[in-house]
Antibody
Framework: EVQLAESGGGLVQPGGSLRLSCLASGFTFSTYWMSWVRQAPGKGPEWVANIKEDGSEIHYVDSVKGRFTISRDNAKNSLYLHMNSLRAEDTAVYYC????????WGQGTLVTVSP | QAVVTQEPSLTVSPGGTVTLTCGSSTGAVTSGHYPYWFQQKPGQAPRTLIYDISNKHSWTPARFSGSLLGGKAALTLSGAQSEDEAEYYCHLVYSGVVVFGGGTKLTVL
């Protein structure tokens, strides 16, 4: 069974930093693209970033370029999102999402950016 | 950046059939856009119903199917049930960049 478990969210002040983690199980993590997706309160999902199986290709939504960094450790079946210079508009539940037959969702981790 | 369009709302009768669509501002949706469909109920995380146009997960009810139709990606629900009332989102991939649609609120009434 594909399972994804996000962690690392919390309350942070504007301009602060957080590191999100996602632990994957139930599939061969190293053979799938992985993404981070966020959902602000009352809004639809917004794709944030993705990373190729071996980390050789990465893409970001324009609003986070230069502030967020996606990475992965295939030996640990883990996906990460380093978030810097956080803004109020980054407040959301953050989900990791696999691709293809591994495209299950976790329960997400809440990031709140507020003074 | 491309814009992905969905019907804001649709209504289907119990037992009826409804098709939700997912269009692209750049032109016809093709297999190269790897269309995905997601269902989200209030207070829950989204779940993936369909990936790569028409592939289903083990948890996807058989009454849901995905296709390309008239230049768009389509999600067809045949034999709607009350539990299918939810928000449905699609996403498309543009050379690695993913764009979600705004969602369709489906009412079963």
């Amino acid at each position: 069974e594909v399972q994804l478990a996000e962690s690392g969210g919390g309350l942070v002040q504007p301009g602060g930093s957080l590191r999100l983690s996602c632990l994957a199980s139930g599939f061969t993590f190293s053979t799938y693209w992985m993404s981070w997706v966020r959902q602000a309160p009352g809004k639809g999902p917004e794709w944030v970033a993705n990373i190729k199986e071996d980390g050789s290709e990465i893409h970001y939504v324009d609003s986070v370029k230069g502030r967020f960094t996606i990475s992965r450790d295939n030996a640990k079946n883990s996906l990460y999102l380093h978030m810097n210079s956080l803004r109020a508009e980054d407040t959301a539940v953050y989900y990791c999402l696999g691709s293809g037959s591994s495209s299950a969702w976790g329960q997400g981790t809440l990031v709140t950016v507020s003074p | 950046q491309a814009v992905v369009t969905q019907e804001p709302s649709l209504t289907v009768s119990p037992g009826g059939t409804v098709t939700l669509t997912c269009g692209s501002s750049t032109g016809a949706v093709t297999s190269g856009h790897y269309p995905y469909w997601f269902q989200q109920k209030p207070g829950q995380a989204p779940r993936t119903l369909i990936y790569d146009i028409s592939n289903k997960h083990s948890w996807t009810p058989a009454r849901f199917s995905g296709s390309l139709l008239g230049g768009k990606a389509a999600l067809t629900l045949s034999g709607a049930q009350s539990e299918d009332e939810a928000e449905y989102y699609c996403h498309l991939v543009y050379s690695g960049v993913v764009v979600f649609g705004g969602g369709t609120k489906l009412t079963v009434l």
